[in-house]
């Protein structure tokens, strides 16, 4: 499947930018933030006081007597218990921060993407989203917890130990700053490079967890095709490209790191060299040399730390990039402004106008071609035709999954664009030839339909899909857990918890794809005889791929090339000859074997 050129094909920038979003999710924690801060300025102060107490050990309390030396390493111990305590105060408060920023970014999204329309899902691999979710977001959450407090941790003690460089030594602090130029340099030659690597990175990441969500996913259809040796080869390749893209980051990062390495002991080596000369010739003291090169080693650590902190910003500004694109996603699908309510009580009357509808993924073929048709309130409608055809569509269209290029669909005379989605689709039932049965019980898979519902509701909507039989039969009863996709049950079961779920929601309007599909006869008869009883008094639209199901409806709508071409009942059908007639005749004389032709 293609991905989504609005999320995958928008120019990247080249700086850390897009952080600026996380912002947005940081403004509710304003507090604990600044009690970070606090703790991150009074560690940094206690490490730049570290110098001078050093200083003062070396000049003065080495020829003092032991009170004083005793004096002044237990105020060197004093700082160090204050940098302990600043540290874990910081820590606390920075890595609970990023785990509390992340959880609201995941959540923010995920609800975003959950309301956006089908058509974004046609264009964009589930595992790629997922990535975005889990991967990008561990990214960030390292940076809010952990790289952002060391990047300004850093900054302090270069801006403090900078200015008590000045104050030690002038003519060393300017040799120092040409130092820093240096290592500042590769920095940003390298920056980009990690920032493009990072992001292919990521995309690659995404492919596997794409390719392996699928085809896991698929794994009975994978084996029924003797298809593992080849699935293990496309896995294989595309981790083998994920881990190639990660390497050459790596390797850049690791370049990065020797460079700036080789620089700043280098140049602690000549400050060193040049100092101890000044301390012989009585330029400066012991102390103020010790204390100089604390400093130089300090500022010249924190550049270093800086250039690191520098690529882990890059990585999580390309993923904060990801996923603002993921929330900049607008649905195609929306509520207007001004909301029509659609009529209370529900009627159920459903009129098509009309509608040309193409699918965004196919914009050559057109699913509905000026297709009009009518139902009544408490009508049962069967569309039958050969694939294809639109029933499908159908079914898409009044849900407003999408809307049609042209021509009106409305339920009680309001057009469906002038209503909330929400709305229309929660006066209507649907019954899926493919039932979704999540990794719940069967309690949470039947009050789906309705959350609200007693115990009692739930057991009788059971109980009317012909399900509760074999749903007390399993280990826990209605606390049974499914397995995901309903794995314990047969289709057939899984088939009925479905329509259980569509009773108990108790709709105006019943969607039925072939509902009895998966069925043995016996059971088949129990659910149409619960779905009759359902759907007295509803507005009913039967997706028949048997004619024999068709044929119990009021009125049957034939369908070929995305428009009705045909409708009355089975009897006038059969009697006027044309499609219909032919597809009956495919199914009820063709010879023992022959398959079904709708």
């Not at 893209?245 to 790596?250: D, E, S």
């Not at 204390?291 to 270093?304: E, I, K």
């Not at 209605?478 to 079961?493: I, K, V």
């Not at 918890?497 to 016996?522: G, Q, W």
Request: one cysteine or more; glycine letters at 10%.
């Amino acid at each position: 499947m293609s991905r989504n050129p609005s999320i995958e094909d928008r120019p990247k920038g080249d700086n850390i930018g897009p952080l600026r979003h996380v912002a947005g999710f940081l403004r509710p924690y304003l507090p604990r933030a600044v009690s970070a801060l606090v703790c991150l300025a009074a560690a940094a102060g206690a490490v730049l006081a570290i110098g001078q107490a050093l200083r003062r050990v070396v000049d003065f309390g080495f020829g003092a007597d032991g009170a004083i030396l005793d004096q002044y390493f237990l105020a060197l111990l004093g700082i160090v218990a204050l940098l302990a305590v600043a540290t874990y105060g910081r820590y606390y408060a920075v890595a609970s921060l990023g785990e509390r920023v992340v959880a609201d970014m995941r959540r923010e999204v995920y609800a975003h993407v959950i309301g956006l329309s089908p058509e974004f899902f046609e264009s964009t691999r589930t595992g790629e989203i997922l990535s975005r979710l889990t991967t990008d977001t561990t990214l960030i959450q390292s940076v809010v917890g952990s790289t952002a407090s060391v990047a300004l941790r850093n900054t302090l003690i270069f801006a403090g130990g900078s200015i008590l460089l000045v104050i030690s030594s002038p003519k060393l602090t300017g040799l120092v700053f040409l130092i820093v130029l240096l290592v500042v340099l590769p920095v940003f030659a390298f920056g980009r490079r990690v920032r493009r690597l990072s992001r292919e990175s990521q995309d690659r990441l995404a492919d596997v967890g794409a390719f392996a969500g699928e085809s896991l996913d698929a794994a009975r259809t994978v084996q029924a095709f003797g298809r593992e040796d080849a699935s293990r080869r496309r896995f294989g390749g595309i981790v083998e490209a994920a881990h190639e893209t990660a390497l050459l980051q790596i390797r850049s990062r690791a370049l990065l790191t020797g460079v700036v390495i080789l620089l700043v002991f280098g140049a602690v080596d000549v400050v060193l060299w040049i100092g101890a000369r000044d301390v012989i010739s009585g330029a400066m003291t012991g102390g103020q040399l010790a204390a100089f090169v604390f400093y130089a080693v300090m500022v010249a650590g924190s550049v270093g730390s800086l250039s690191e902190v520098y690529g882990d910003l890059q990585r999580a500004a390309g993923a904060t990039e990801r996923l603002m694109e993921l929330l900049a996603t607008k649905p195609a699908i929306s509520a207007p402004e001004s909301p029509v309510a659609l009529p209370r009580p529900t009627r159920g009357a459903i009129r098509f106008d009309r509608v040309t509808f193409r699918y965004p993924t196919r914009p050559e073929v057109r699913a509905l071609d000026s297709y009009s048709l009518s139902v009544s309130p408490g009508e049962r409608l069967a569309l039958v035709g050969p694939s294809g055809a639109g029933k499908t569509t159908v079914f898409q269209l009044l849900l407003r999954f999408y809307d049609p290029e042209s021509g009106r669909v409305s339920i009680d005379g309001v057009d469906l664009r002038d209503a909330r989605p929400e709305d229309a689709r929660r006066r209507i039932g649907l019954v899926p030839q493919d039932p979704v049965i999540f990794a719940d019980d069967v309690w949470s898979n039947i009050r789906y339909g309705r959350p609200e519902a007693t115990d009692e509701e739930v057991r009788a909507a059971a109980a009317a899909a012909a399900a509760s039989g074999f749903v007390e039969r399993l280990p826990d009863g209605y606390g049974t857990f499914l397995g995901e996709r309903g794995a314990q049950l047969s289709g057939g079961q899984r088939q009925r918890i479905s329509i259980a779920r569509a009773i108990l929601r108790d709709p105006a309007i019943l969607l039925l794809d072939e509902a009895t599909s998966a069925l043995d006869a016996e059971n088949e008869r129990l659910v149409q005889q619960a779905l009759r009883t359902l759907m007295d008094g509803r507005t009913t639209i039967v997706i028949a791929h048997r004619l024999a199901t068709a044929s119990k409806a009021d009125r049957i709508a034939v369908m070929d090339a995305g428009d009705v071409v045909a409708s009355g009942t089975h009897a006038e059908l059969m009697a006027e000859g044309g499609l219909y007639a032919r597809l009956a005749e495919l199914q009820f004389d063709a010879p023992k074997g022959a398959g079904a032709a709708a």
